[in-house]
């Protein structure tokens, strides 16, 4: 059974950075993409930062609320994914949920989120 588990969330002054982690178990092949994605109290779920392993490098994407603030990576050998996070607004309040994509079957996974919460 896949499971995700995320964490690193947690309270941080404007301007400052959390790093966020997220841990895949259960999986023999691998997940890939792997992304971050948050949710805003009221508002959708919205795709934060992906990252694709290739063939010889990485593929990342960002959305553009968090271009040049944030930076996901991956170590494929611990099946983990990171989201590194500076420069941090309040408008980045949400909860942080992980997903990955089961390379042979497509089917997404999610995990239970991790709150973080930016304020003075």
């Known amino acids: 059974q896949v499971q995700l588990v995320e964490s690193g969330g947690g309270l941080v002054q404007p301007g400052g950075s959390l790093r966020l982690s997220c841990a895949a178990s259960g999986t023999k092949i691998g997940l890939n993409p792997m992304g971050w994605h948050r949710q805003a109290p009221g508002k959708q779920r919205e795709l934060v930062a992906t990252i694709t392993r290739g063939a010889s490098r990485m593929y990342d994407g960002y959305a553009d609320s968090v271009k040049g603030r944030f930076t996901i990576s991956r170590d494929n050998a611990k099946n983990t994914v990171y989201l590194q996070m500076n420069s941090l607004k309040p408008e980045d309040t949400a909860v942080y949920f992980c997903?990955?994509?089961?390379?042979?079957?497509?089917?997404?996974?999610w995990g239970q989120g991790t709150q973080v919460t930016v304020s003075s």
């Open positions: 997903s990955g994509t089961d390379e042979i079957t497509r089917k997404v996974y």
